[in-house]
Every structure is written in C-alpha cells, then in structure tokens.
T-cell receptor, first 113, second 110 residues
C-alpha cells in the first residue's frame, strides 16, 4: 500500500507568512510524529500524536509552531509568521502503535526568504 | 537529557573493506537503539534495531551498555551501501519519539 505522504514537497515562502505542512500517514497507523531537520543535522523531534490526541509537544520551538490531527489521520503542522531560521526539512513519520517501527514520509523542504 | 553522538561526518572506504560507523549515546535509563539509513533521493528508513538482533543487508550492531555504544558494522562494504546513516535512541517512556545523531555519510568506492 501507499506509504506516508507529505505535501507540499517544496515550499518557498517570504518571511512573515504563515505556512501549513500536511502529513498523510499510513492507513491504520495510530501514532504520528513530526521532526525537523536542519542542514547537516539529524532529525529533531517536534511533536507526537496518538490518534487525534497530541501527546507531546515539547519539541515545538516556540508558540509560532502548532500541529493538529483532528480526525486521527491527516496531520497539519502550521508555522505562523515564518522566520529565516525556520528553513529546514520537515519530516513526518507514522507507526502502528507507540513503540512500533516509524515509517517516514519524503519530507517537506521549507525555505523562508 | 538524552543524546546521540556520531563522531564521523564522512566515512570513505573501498568496496570489500570492513566498515564501522560509530555511535555513542547518553541516557539514564534503558534505551532502545536504532540505525536509520537514507539512500540518495529516498526517504529515511529503518535499517535495524538492537532488540531484534537481526542482520540486515549484512549490517550488524551490538548494544554495549558499558561503553554506551551502538556501532554499526559490516565486514565487506558494497557500493550500494553508500548512503547517510543515522543512529537514533528511544527512551523507555512508553512511546518511541526518537533522538537522532547528526549522521554519517558512508561512501563506498569501487
């Protein structure tokens, strides 16, 4: 079946604009994770959902970042008033359950100019 | 705080040579350790996890709790092993958010 999908794959936005990044997990996967990866770094945890409940948002860098998963499937990561330092690859992963193997999407490359 | 250290940004070897990608971790409890791989133009994927004790594509990794290490090894590297490798740690908190190292690029030359 289809793997994790993310859209858009590439996003260029001007500083100060809001962006919404979408993640469509593997069907039936309970857990969904967002990571951010800066150039030359490993992925860094942002937030995590079980079904529609946001279980951990300790990795969100500030209150400009938010995420939701209203129906326990598709998730949206929103960045308000983007800044240049937000430029990174944003990765989504899903797993059958909390401790299961995480399957990653292709990522969204965000560039803030 | 949990941390994963991969000391080498780049490891370059010839085909048929042994490979060891180093990974050290810091965690106060009993972690789960993983190796993820990203081949060119592909997504990040799980290579192996320590609890399964499998050998995948000829790679093995042993968790050494005394040295807090989880080095990835392969006796004879192949050109198709060229990729970015990330070591990752999951804590024992009941769910598996991952803490990644910075990654090591492995280049296998013919």
């Amino acid at each position: 079946g289809a793997g994790v999908s993310q859209s858009p794959r590439y996003k260029v936005t001007k500083r100060g604009q809001d962006v919404a990044l979408r993640c469509d997990p593997i069907s039936g996967h309970v857990s969904l994770y967002w990571y951010r990866q800066a150039l030359g770094q490993g992925p860094e945890f942002l937030t995590y959902f079980n079904y529609e409940a946001q279980q951990d948002k300790s990795g969100l860098p500030n209150d400009r970042f938010s995420a939701e998963r209203p129906e326990g499937s598709i998730s949206t990561l929103t960045i308000q008033r983007t800044e240049q330092r937000d430029s990174a690859m944003y990765r989504c992963a899903s797993s059958l359950a909390g401790a299961g193997e995480q399957y990653f999407g292709p990522g969204t490359r965000l560039t803030v100019t | 705080a949990q941390r994963v250290t991969q000391p080498e940004k780049l490891l370059s070897v010839f085909k048929g040579a042994p490979v060891e990608l180093k990974c050290n971790y810091s965690y106060s409890g009993s972690p789960e350790l993983f190796w993820y791989v990203q081949y060119s133009r592909q997504r990040l994927q799980l290579l192996l996890r320590h609890i399964s004790r499998e050998s995948i594509k000829g790679f093995t990794a042993d968790l050494n709790k005394g040295e807090t290490s989880f080095h990835l090894k392969k006796p004879f590297a192949q050109e198709e092993d060229s990729a970015m490798y990330y070591c990752a740690l999951s804590g024992s908190s009941g769910y598996s958010t991952l803490t990644f190292g910075k990654g090591t690029m492995l280049l296998v030359s013919p």
